[in-house]
Nanobody, 118 residues
């Protein structure tokens, strides 16, 4: 019954922006660490950004200064604001809810496609 649903992906030109959303249900959202991961064709899935239940954030170096992760616990939703997009940002972006620190589960959404191309 846990469900993570990503939205907001699409096609954008280099230098453009997108805002991804992840709507969660079936979990106590506020106690989960949340994150965005991405997977490009032929490559391993990689962590993009995390935001803990306490609100601490971290980003992989390649997106620092361009992406901003946030969460709204009243809406059970996490966001990823992506600015100054580059072709190398092209990937399927996945939402992750990680409750392992409190002995809950680790859950994934189905992903949303982001394509950065001219």
């Amino acid at each position: 019954q846990v469900q993570l649903v990503e939205s907001g992906g699409g096609l954008v030109q280099p230098g453009g922006s997108l805002r991804l959303s992840c709507a969660a249900s079936g979990i106590i959202f506020r106690v989960y660490d949340m994150g965005w991961h991405r997977q490009a064709p032929g490559k391993q899935r990689e962590l993009v950004a995390i935001i803990t239940s306490g609100g601490s954030t971290n980003y992989r170096d390649s997106v620092k200064g361009r992406f901003t992760i946030s969460r709204d616990n009243t809406k059970n939703t996490m966001y990823l604001q992506m600015n100054s997009l580059k072709p190398e940002d092209t990937a399927v972006y996945y939402c992750n809810a990680d409750g392992r620190s409190i002995h809950y589960g680790d859950y994934w959404g189905q992903g949303t496609q982001v394509t950065v191309s001219s």
